[in-house]
Structure formats: C-alpha cells, structure tokens
C-alpha cells in the first residue's frame, strides 16, 4: 500500500516536471549537436596536426606518473582503500602486537 | 433559452449503478496511469543517476592523486572528458541522421519532387477512409479524428469513440519516407538517449564538486588562548 501511494506520488510530481525535463532535453540535444560538431572538427585538425583529440590531459599523465611513482617506491604499501583513501599496510611485531601480549601478573 | 451544457453532465441519462460503475472505472484507470508514470519517471531517475556514475571513472585517477585541488579545476578536466565521451557515444547516431538527411537530399534533388511530402497518408475512399495511396510514413500507421469523440447533445454531453481516418497500408511511392523514417528514428532516438547521458553527467559532475571540495566551518573553532591563534590555519585550506 506504502509503494502504491509512493508511485502516486511520483506519478503526480512527474506530471508536473514532464514539461521541464523535455526542455531541458530539448536544449540539451540542440546544445549537444553544436558540441558534437565543434569536436568533429577539432578532431579533424587535430588528426593533420598529429594529434587526437582523446590524448591524455596533463592532469590525467600527472595523475599516472603519481601512481607509478607510489607502486614503485612503496611495493609493501597498498594504493587505495575501500573509500579512496591512501591506506598503508603495517607490520606489527610480535612484540607491538596487544593481541601478543600477555598479562605478566 | 437552451439550458447550459456542462461536462458534469456526461452521465446525465445513465442508471445510478452504471453510472458509479463508469466513474469508478474511470477513477481506476487514472491511478493506474498516474502510478505507472511514476514508475516510468522513476526508472528514468535511476537511470540518470547510473549514467552519472561515468564521471565517477572518468575522474577516478586525478581526484585521488588530489592533482585536483579545488572545484573550478575538477569541474573544468570533467567536462572536457564528459564531452569527449559524448563524443565516442554520439558518432554513430550522427552518423545515421547524416546519412537519413543526405539521402532526402539526394533523392529531392535527383527526382525533382520538392512537394514530395514524407508524412502524407494517401487519399479518402468513398466512405471517408483512407486505405491506399501516400507518400509519408503515416500510412504505416492507424490515424484517427479525436475532434469529434465530445457530442453536446440534448441528453448531455455523449462521448465518442473517436472515427478512423486511415488504416495501415504499404505504398510503392511512399519508398523514400520508409527509407528516410528507418534510418533516422533510431539515430533521433539513440542520440536523445546519449544526451540524457551528457545531461547526467553534467548534474553529477556539479554534485561532486561540491562534495569533494566542500568548504565546511562547522569544526573550525577559533580559541583566543591558542598560541597559534593568530596563525592561519592552512591544513584544511582549500583553494576557491
């Protein structure tokens, strides 16, 4: 019953912003097509002149020479965590180690 | 004088049972249609949000590098590999309206038939119906008069069904518009669709910007008796 009135919802509040997303579509498809075109030629100049237009981005060989830099300097480290962060393995000794430890009383 | 006649006076002559039956029939098919375009746009939503996902790849490398340090520069190389995307996603939809529009070109130019009319569905028969004939795509398809199906009459207003103008029918001369109609609905449709695909990538990209590059003083807390008080405190600092 709760999904049914939910999909009412829905159903009535895109009723309402139907018209504004084919707008938006519409602008977007015309936008779209100059945006098409402009690269088309670009990519044509860029084919005489050497190039392509897919090369890599001087952010995107900066980005790789990082990575590279990082697996080659740090191979005991893993890159990424789970959430994107720079994770760093350590070993713990036996010594370091709490789960080691034992009560000396 | 006539008495005024009012859309509230549809049922007018109908038995009290038949007549909440029609309005609840009515009533039903209205939800009905009103959930499954709900359902219809919220497949559209989930379908924009996973097109969006793309920039999340697209980005993947140089966010978390941090070779981009603020929002003006991420949303800059994002557009640039977004458009470029588009780009390898639209060539073949292009290509297929280039070809559709060429080859209408072509055949008015070669033929001479400027009032050719691709979307024309033939000539009426005696009864008023159009069973052959045509040029356009229409005569592939059911065409029917909904100027009619609303009857303000003495009992009320009558409703219709609506009068069948043409049936279906293959027309020999009609070959340029089939021709023209099979090569650029899909091409108008799949680039529509690469489009919505830019269109979400385009919101997804500010939605990131925004939450990668947060400025956010919620945890900052300035202590006059802190040594480095008046110190500016540059760890968090983030450019524009």
């Known amino acids: 019953m709760k999904d049914i009135f939910r999909g009412l919802g829905r159903g009535v509040l895109y009723i309402f912003t139907l018209p504004a997303f084919l707008v938006a579509l519409a602008i977007g498809a015309v936008y779209c097509l100059f945006l098409f075109i402009g690269l088309f030629f670009k990519a044509i100049f860029s084919f005489f002149a050497g190039k392509s237009i897919f090369n890599d981005l001087a952010e995107d060989i900066e980005a790789d020479e990082i990575l590279e830099r990082r697996k080659n300097d740090l191979p005991s480290r893993s890159l990424e965590g789970n959430n994107g962060t720079v994770v760093v393995e350590q070993k713990v000794s036996n010594e370091e180690d709490p789960s080691n430890q034992k009560d000396s009383n | ?240």
């Open chain 2, 1 to 240: 004088m006539a008495e005024k006649k009012s859309i509230f006076k549809l049922f007018a002559n109908t038995e009290t049972s038949t007549r909440s039956k029609v309005i609840w029939t009515i009533v039903v098919i209205v939800l009905f249609v009103v959930i499954l375009l709900g359902l219809i746009g919220y497949l559209i939503y989930r379908l924009m949000k996973w097109q969006g996902k793309a920039v999340d790849k697209l980005m993947y490398n140089v966010t978390v590098t941090r070779v981009i340090q603020n929002k003006k520069h991420f949303k800059k190389v994002a557009d640039i590999k977004s458009s470029r995307y588009f780009f390898k996603q639209a060539w073949i939809p292009f290509v297929l309206m280039l070809i559709a529009a060429l080859f209408l070109i072509i055949f008015y130019s070669v033929s001479g038939l400027w009032s050719f009319n691709i979307f024309s569905n033939g000539v009426a028969d005696a009864d008023g119906v159009i069973r052959s004939g045509g040029t356009g795509i229409s005569t592939i398809f059911y065409s029917w008069d909904f100027t009619k199906i609303l009857q303000n009459t003495d009992d009320g207003l009558l409703l219709n069904w609506p009068q069948t103008i043409a049936v279906p029918h293959f027309s020999a001369e009609a070959w340029p518009s089939y021709v023209f109609f099979v090569l650029a609905t899909p091409g108008v449709i799949w680039f529509l669709v690469t489009v919505q695909c830019y269109l979400a990538r385009f919101l997804r990209i500010r939605k990131l910007a925004s939450i990668i590059y947060d400025k956010n003083l919620s945890n900052f807390r300035y202590d006059p008796n802190n040594p480095n008080a008046n110190k500016p405190d540059l760890e968090n600092y983030q450019q524009n």
